[in-house]
């Protein structure tokens, strides 16, 4: 049985900016080290496919610049026409693969942007998803175990043991993101994971999962698996499908639903703090990036500048992101990095070039 890995890259990663750009989002940005998430994210699947089996959806002004950069097939990077959400991302992985694979193939749905430094592992926990959906009639979704009590990430009910099979559960439900409290009660029930967005299951279950719960994206997906001119097709019939999340298309009511807990270190790293979790820092607690750094009595800042080698210096400050590209700099608070989306919705709003 054959098995292809597909990356959605069509997000936009506003808490990034200015570093993150319409043309230049946060998946293709270098923000640990000289490799894009997305360069990360592709050679993790390697070791569990050919290239020639990894899928990376995304909108049509990136395929040029991906199609450059990652080293897959070019003709296995697939433009959107318009955006319409990850439900009709997964409708439109579903007919592609159904299309090079056929209805046993099994498939994985991945974000572009994660962060996982044990890729051995992560090879491993994904090869156990890959093991049960090639059995199994059931739609897996990946937890990761919380370590904190998030509050900016979903989080996956774990009931029983799923049949015999070892470290695989019923899973009872989804919770939206919590405010604190409760997210502290998830942590300590110890019966909730974190939901990673992560996805494997067979071509024909997901179908079927999509003609039940999305019967209109499973009909043009049908449409575009079986057409003979599928560049024409996908631009004529993808805009026609609803504008929805596959977590309210297909999870929330989905009863065939499996949870796998992961096995490896994981992140999201939703806007600029994250760094601090994977850059080391001085004897001050400063992270930077790229930038050539000078500070005197400053402590806990996240520096990064886009012109590698930028000379960024700090005196007294304490506590704040500063981040440098060729046309606009940052200076936030890090208690604040969630505002930097308002940041970008004011430029929006003035009609800048600078998005």
Request: charged share 10%; aromatic share 12%; proline share 6%.
């Given at each position: 049985m054959s098995f292809y890995a597909v990356i959605m890259a069509g997000g936009s990663g506003e808490r990034f900016w200015p570093a993150s750009r319409h043309s230049k989002p946060k998946q293709m940005l270098s923000l640990f080290d000289e490799k894009s998430l997305i360069e990360h994210t592709v050679e993790r699947q390697l070791k569990?496919?050919?290239?020639?089996?990894?899928l990376v959806i995304t909108s049509q002004k990136l395929?040029?610049?991906l199609r450059e950069l990652l080293p897959i097939p070019s003709e296995n990077i697939i433009g959107e026409p318009c955006r319409r959400d990850t439900a009709p991302a997964v409708g439109l992985a579903a007919a592609l693969v159904r299309k090079l694979g056929g209805d046993d193939a099994v498939m994985s749905m991945l974000p572009a942007d994660q962060i996982i430094h044990d890729e051995e592992k992560y090879a491993a926990t994904m090869q156990s998803l890959i093991n049960v959906a090639e059995q199994e009639d059931q739609l897996i979704t990946l937890g990761i175990k919380p370590t904190y009590p998030a509050t900016g990430f979903g989080y996956i009910h774990r009931g029983s043991n799923f049949k015999n099979y070892g470290n695989v559960?019923?899973?009872?439900?989804?919770?939206e993101k919590p405010h604190a409290e409760l997210a502290t009660k998830l942590l300590k029930s110890g019966q909730y994971f974190?939901?990673?967005?992560?996805?494997?299951?067979?071509?024909?279950?997901?179908?079927c999962a999509l003609e039940k719960s999305?019967?209109?994206?499973?009909?043009?997906?049908?449409?575009?698996s079986d057409s003979e001119n599928f560049v024409t097709d996908l631009s004529n019939l993808f805009p026609k499908m609803p504008k929805i999340s596959v977590d309210y298309a297909i999870m929330e009511k989905a009863q065939n639903i499996i949870v796998v807990p992961a096995d490896f270190d994981w992140d999201d790293a939703g806007s600029w703090p994250a760094l601090q979790n994977h850059l080391s820092a001085d004897e001050n607690g400063n992270v930077s990036q790229n930038a050539e750094t000078v500070t005197i009595d400053s402590?806990?800042?996240i520096i990064y500048s886009e012109v590698n080698g930028h000379t960024i210096a700090m005196v007294?400050?304490?506590d704040m992101i500063a981040v440098h590209t060729e046309d606009a700099t940052l200076i936030c608070p890090i208690d604040r990095a969630q505002e930097i989306k308002q940041i970008v919705q004011k430029l929006n709003e003035k009609g800048s070039t600078k998005l």
């Open positions: 569990l496919c050919p290239a020639e089996q990894v395929v040029p610049t559960y019923d899973c009872l439900g989804f919770q974190w939901n990673a967005g992560i996805f494997v299951w067979s071509v024909k279950t997901i179908f999305a019967p209109q994206i499973a009909e043009i997906a049908i449409k575009l402590n806990n800042n007294g400050i304490t």
